[in-house]
């Protein structure tokens, strides 16, 4: 399974939904993989960046290493008011890593640690510093996958 295929529906605890600002800064709650399609490919409001870093306690400068976006364009986005469909897709696929692993761990806090913390099982790199591409998100979620079956991760 790769990121792109994670359930996208609401589950109990953190939802990617609620990771980007939930309803008030999506403007929906897309309920299935194509009305999220449909959300990055309009682009989503770049208040997700904000909610985004207030959920995982990040600044701007590690989020912006974490989804490979240069910090002066998320600036920029800020001002503009909308992430264009590549930026709304990265935000939207951390959005789906942090669901995720709060659905792993079962506790927030836990997960959102495990994400910054340096992982043997990922070659010493923390979860978050390889999200920055869809090859990396593949690795964090398949090694959730072996965490939550009990496999040494």
Request: aromatic share 2%; glycine share 10%.
């Amino acid at each position: 399974m790769n990121a792109a295929t994670l359930a996208m529906e609401s589950t109990p605890g953190l939802s990617a939904a609620s990771v980007l600002g939930g309803e008030s800064v999506l403007r929906t709650l897309p309920h299935s993989l194509l009305e999220w399609i449909a959300l990055v490919r309009q682009g989503i409001s770049s208040a997700s960046v904000d909610a985004a870093m207030r959920v995982m306690g990040i600044g701007q400068s590690e989020l912006s290493r974490a989804l490979d976006i240069p910090e002066r364009t998320l600036v920029r986005r800020k001002k503009e008011g909308l992430l264009n469909a590549d930026e709304s897709g990265k935000m939207v696929r951390l959005a789906q890593v942090i669901e995720r692993a709060v659905e792993v761990f079962e506790d927030e806090g836990a997960a959102l640690s495990w994400l910054k913390t340096p992982n043997a099982a990922l070659g010493g790199s923390s979860p978050l510093s390889l999200l920055d591409t869809e090859l990396g998100s593949v690795a964090v979620v398949r090694t959730l996958g072996r965490i939550e079956h009990g496999v040494f991760a």
